[in-house]
């Protein structure tokens, strides 16, 4: 069925390195994602998002690439800090309906 | 209120009990959802109101599964006769037509 997913469930990161978060969507007419944050015990944090008709968005220590031809979206964190240590889930949207179908999520550690 | 508020935090109930579980989205917002999260798992989309529209109903799991939203605002999930496998955290999300999607913290539902 479609569905978005991810390529690492666990991503080791050394602190002050850069951090790559990968996904793929299988939805074509998906036009809308987001990339959340989720710290133990609490919600999903909205990080970034992008829309269908750009490849690139950038925010604080975030950079989120999307290439449609291959239906990839990543997560660049900058500077990885220690508390960027949490799950990180992207989610797509589309034009249909509203609701996100989200993908399996990626763990990041953060090593000292 | 700021963000949006779920109650309550922790529900501990029998097998075979019902429960509701509450959510209060953020003001003006448009559109609610519940997901559920499973542990160490990805969200699983459950159901979908917007504005006066007939709700999206196409992810609940069973009929024991129920939900209602009064007046465009609070909602309420309800599970009759839990079972184990309802255990999970459910969350709770609120939207401005396709922006600002906010998740509450959850309500962490253990089903003995």
């Known amino acids: 069925g479609e569905s978005v997913g991810l390529h690492l469930p666990t991503l080791s990161v050394q602190e002050g390195d850069n951090s790559i978060i990968n996904c793929a969507y299988s939805n074509s007419a998906s036009d809308y994602f987001i990339w959340y944050k989720q710290e133990s015990g609490k919600g999903p944090q909205f990080i970034i998002d992008?829309?269908?008709?750009?490849d690139k968005r950038q925010g604080q220590r975030v950079t989120v690439l999307l290439n449609k031809t291959v239906k990839h979206l990543s997560l660049q964190i900058a500077a990885t800090q220690p508390g960027d240590s949490a799950v990180y889930f992207c989610?797509?949207?589309?034009?249909?309906?509203?609701?996100?179908?989200f993908g399996g999520g990626t763990r990041v550690l953060v090593k000292p | 209120g700021a963000g949006v508020s779920q109650s309550p935090s922790n529900k501990v109930t029998e097998k075979g009990k019902d429960v509701e579980l509450r959510c209060d989205p953020i003001?003006?917002?448009?559109?609610l959802y519940w997901y559920r999260q499973s542990l160490g798992q990805g969200l699983e989309f459950l159901i979908y109101?917007?504005?006066?529209?007939?709700?999206?109903k196409s992810g609940l799991p069973s009929d024991r599964f129920s939900a209602e939203r009064t007046g465009g605002s609070v909602s309420t999930l309800t599970i009759q006769r839990t079972q184990q496998e309802d255990s999970a955290v459910y969350l709770c999300?609120?939207?401005?037509?396709?922006?600002?999607?906010?998740f509450g913290s959850g309500t962490r539902l253990t089903v003995v």
């Open positions: 989610a797509e949207n589309r034009a249909a309906g509203n609701k996100l179908t």
């Open positions: 992008i829309r269908s008709n750009m």
């Open positions: 003001s003006g917002h448009t559109a």
């Open positions: 109101f917007q504005g006066n529209s007939a709700p999206d």
């Open positions: 999300a609120s939207s401005y037509a396709n922006y600002g999607y906010t």
